[in-house]
């Protein structure tokens, strides 16, 4: 009897020991998510995140080895595009080489955060052209936070900078490191993800518009919410200026922009921190900072030109008959009135590309050596020599410039040297801070690839009625721009 007593005293004991350290455990869970939550970038360092990134390791493994720049050896890079003139390809190899850090796209951030738009959808054709088919240039408002978003990443500054919205965009989470470390189980309850944003977004259905339409009555309405004293506007701004929207907003129109800033800000805190680590950190670990754009015109890069001495610009576009070929049959691609018609498609985008091309060639004469023109055709068949140009202009290391010719070799863009095919070596000069260094690398020629079979696929697809088209639309830009018919 006394044994069984014993027995049930000591198995009392531990059960009532489980539930107090079960109390315990959860206590300080729930105290480390409140502060992680509730406190600022600035004032609250989780240990949670510092478990994560100990774990992790993985910002050396991306940069290939750390970088300490200064102002005289970072590179300030803007790939200005043109939507399909495969300006992906170009961007995205040489934004992947070690020490480079690359943003995709980010003015459709630009747009998406102050017109209150679903991510994705401001279509540069709208942008760049009104519902006549007549040119249009950004208004001071957009002009002013194209400049700004860019120059958050050129000075990496995105962690405490950048909205919320802009941290939830699925173009960040092309960082893969940032896109990880938000979606940690370990940092908060569940994954954050984009469509995180499209929740929050719901809040704003029928009162913002979906997609960019310049011409919008209802998109200028919430700008005057979404973009408030030239800076976009926060959950705690939006609550000392929610009494003056009254007369442009009606008590329920306020609740729900109320809800959506409530809802884009609970998140804040664990978006900071990971951009902290994942975007700042590794930014400013980098030696060229590129941005690839295709919804801004070539009134950015003359800004920055003037601002930054080591700012450089990569100016790509394609001969209009492959741009109009693969607008045409992708239907995301082209905008609504421009779908399925060759003519539109090709008036646009011959006008657009000629308006920056004087433009940028009036900029060339002010800031020579900092400027280069790629055009997606020619750097298909004669890949070598961009690539030579390309790190003159950056003044990249032997080893960065070898390795952005391996890359370019898996994309099937170079051939790799082999005993049947002939080689050239390319010899260039760089500028190292103690001595000069000559850089040979030897690829096989005479050999088409999958790259300039898929630049020249127009040549298969469009008929003789939609060339000829194509050329009456493009007139003035083909007797500027020398593109072999």
């Known amino acids: 009897m006394a044994v069984e007593l014993k027995r049930c005293f000591w198995s009392f004991i531990s059960r009532r020991m489980l539930h107090i350290l079960g109390l315990v455990g959860l206590a300080f869970v729930s105290f480390n998510i409140i502060m992680l939550l509730s406190s600022s970038g600035d004032e609250y360092e989780s240990s949670l995140l510092e478990t994560y990134l100990d774990k992790t390791n993985l910002m050396n493994q991306e940069l290939g080895g750390r970088f300490e720049p200064n102002d005289d050896i970072v590179q300030l890079v803007h790939v200005l595009a043109y939507q399909r003139t495969a300006s992906s390809v170009l961007s995205h190899e040489l934004g992947s080489l070690p020490g480079h850090f690359f943003t995709f796209e980010p003015v459709?951030?630009?747009?998406a955060t102050l017109y209150g738009l679903d991510p994705g959808h401001s279509h540069p054709s709208n942008i760049f052209n009104d519902l006549d088919g007549h040119a249009r240039y950004p208004d001071h408002d957009e002009l002013e936070a194209i400049q700004w978003t860019l120059s958050t990443i050129f000075q990496c500054k995105m962690a405490m900078e950048w909205p919320a919205q802009f941290l939830l965009h699925h173009f960040t989470f092309r960082h893969d490191g940032y896109r990880r470390c938000i979606a940690s189980?370990?940092?908060?309850?569940?994954?954050?993800?984009?469509?995180?944003?499209?929740?929050?977004?719901?809040?704003?259905?029928?009162?913002?518009?979906?997609?960019?339409?310049?011409?919008?009555?209802?998109?200028?309405?919430?700008?005057?919410?979404?973009?408030?004293?030239?800076?976009?506007?926060?959950?705690?701004?939006?609550?000392?200026?929610?009494?003056?929207?009254?007369r442009d907003f009606n008590k329920t129109e306020i609740l729900k922009f109320d809800s959506y800033f409530s809802c884009v800000s609970r998140v804040l805190p664990v978006?900071?921190?990971?951009?902290?680590?994942?975007?700042?950190?590794?930014?400013?670990?980098?030696?060229?900072?590129?941005?690839?754009?295709?919804?801004?015109?070539?009134?950015?890069?003359?800004?920055?030109?003037?601002?930054?001495?080591?700012?450089?610009?990569?100016?790509?576009?394609?001969?209009?008959?492959?741009?109009?070929?693969?607008?045409?049959?992708?239907?995301?691609?082209?905008?609504?009135?421009?779908?399925?018609?060759?003519?539109?498609?090709?008036?646009?985008?011959?006008?657009?590309?000629?308006?920056?091309?004087?433009?940028?060639?009036?900029?060339?004469?002010?800031?020579?050596?900092?400027?280069?023109?790629?055009?997606?055709?020619?750097?298909?068949?004669?890949?070598?020599?961009?690539?030579?140009?390309?790190?003159?202009?950056?003044?990249?290391?032997?080893?960065?410039?070898?390795?952005?010719?391996?890359?370019?070799?898996?994309?099937?863009?170079?051939?790799?040297?082999?005993?049947d095919t002939d080689s050239v070596t390319i010899?260039?000069?760089?500028?190292?801070?103690?001595?000069?260094?000559?850089?040979?690398?030897?690829?096989?020629?005479?050999?088409?690839?999958?790259?300039?079979?898929?630049?020249?696929?127009?040549?298969?697809?469009?008929?003789?009625?939609?060339?000829?088209?194509?050329?009456?639309?493009?007139?003035?830009?083909?007797?500027?721009?020398?593109?072999?018919?």
């Open 108 to 111: 459709d951030m630009t747009f």
């Open 185 to 246: 189980p370990e940092l908060y309850f569940g994954a954050v993800s984009s469509r995180y944003h499209e929740r929050c977004l719901g809040h704003l259905k029928g009162i913002c518009k979906g997609q960019y339409d310049s011409s919008s009555s209802r998109m200028h309405r919430c700008k005057k919410v979404m973009w408030t004293n030239g800076r976009y506007t926060t959950a705690k701004q939006f609550a000392q200026i929610k009494v003056d929207l009254t």
């Open 271 to 419: 978006l900071r921190r990971c951009a902290a680590t994942w975007l700042d950190d590794v930014c400013r670990a980098s030696r060229v900072r590129i941005v690839k754009t295709v919804r801004s015109g070539m009134e950015t890069p003359g800004y920055f030109l003037k601002k930054f001495d080591n700012f450089k610009l990569i100016h790509l576009y394609r001969d209009p008959r492959g741009t109009v070929n693969s607008r045409f049959l992708s239907s995301w691609a082209a905008s609504k009135d421009e779908r399925k018609n060759v003519t539109r498609i090709a008036q646009r985008y011959c006008q657009n590309v000629l308006s920056d091309f004087w433009m940028r060639k009036s900029m060339e004469l002010r800031f020579p050596d900092r400027i280069l023109e790629v055009i997606s055709d020619d750097f298909m068949s004669r890949p070598m020599y961009f690539v030579d140009e390309i790190s003159k202009l950056l003044n990249l290391s032997q080893m960065v410039t070898n390795k952005f010719v391996q890359r370019l070799q898996k994309a099937g863009i170079i051939n790799p040297p082999t005993p």
């Open 427 to 485: 010899e260039t000069v760089t500028k190292a801070p103690s001595d000069i260094t000559t850089k040979k690398m030897t690829v096989a020629e005479g050999r088409k690839l999958k790259g300039q079979h898929r630049i020249r696929k127009w040549e298969k697809m469009l008929d003789q009625d939609q060339l000829d088209e194509i050329r009456n639309m493009c007139h003035d830009f083909y007797r500027h721009i020398h593109i072999e018919w």
